[in-house]
């Protein structure tokens, strides 16, 4: 299955547990997961708790390492400045993301993270993968949301 | 004890753990110590682990409830863009910060995460709070590894 794939299952599981749907991956050298999360705000009362942040910190337990230099993050959405700096602090090699969130994103919008002078590691970064599906994800959750409120 | 000093003993037991010096504490609206942490980005192996995150986290799940609309944050350094994204996340109502970071800094420095219009959520921010001491803090730790390197 390919990674976005999975990081779209794990979207899918999200909105079934009642969170907002993302879902991320990230990839080893050799193409291994080495960890998948969806978000999980709500259920661990954490506003921290995004998708990326629970992969890459789930990765480098995995890795007995805080360092991810040779490893991909793969997401469903565009990371937001917290997830996009946090992805370059562990020193993510690419960042491949699904939709883009001109509202709260932190890498094509607002902070824009990696653009900054003082940013001390950029990722490669390719965005738009499947965003189509990655997006009614999250149009369809938030519709949901607004008829059930 | 006044919350910065509290923050400024975590930053010392940080150093002491061979962690960058850095120390947060959040209060509660009555003045109260609802979390404390120092850096541990070392021992936990997660680039994330930054006093903020992890007072933040802490606080959350006290409360919780992963809004801590109330509240503030304490810090001994001026917060990195990962940390100013998730003070925003988490709703701190005021952010206090020691020394300012002209390097690493997220808030007056570099993505200036509050700056951006699409940041929902904005604390107040008091910078310079006893900032010689945290920052001579930083800058003696760091002395002592280039002396042992």
Redesign the interface.
């Known amino acids: 299955m390919d990674t976005m794939e999975i990081a779209l299952q794990e979207a899918r599981r999200a909105a079934a547990r009642g969170e907002v749907p993302v879902g991320a991956v990230v990839v080893g050298p050799d193409g291994a997961v080495l960890a998948r999360a969806g978000n999980r705000?709500?259920e661990l009362?954490?506003?921290?708790a995004h998708a990326e942040?629970l992969a890459?910190?789930e990765a480098?337990?995995r890795?007995?390492?805080?360092?991810l230099t040779d490893c991909d993050l793969v997401v469903t959405l565009e990371p937001?400045?917290?997830c996009?700096?946090?992805i370059s602090?562990?020193?993510i090699r690419r960042l491949i993301f699904g939709a883009y969130d001109?509202?709260?994103?932190?890498v094509e919008?607002?902070?824009?993270?990696f653009a900054?002078?003082?940013?001390?590691h950029r990722p490669d970064v390719v965005g738009g993968v499947r965003e189509v599906e990655a997006g009614d994800l999250l149009r369809r959750f938030f519709e949901d949301l607004r008829q059930s409120g």
Chains 1, 2 share one sequence.
Do not use: N, V, Y
């Open positions: 705000t709500e009362r954490d506003a921290s942040m890459l910190r480098a337990r890795r007995a390492g805080p360092r937001c400045p917290m996009a700096a946090a602090l562990f020193r001109p509202k709260g994103g932190g919008h607002g902070a824009r993270i900054a002078s003082s940013c001390l």
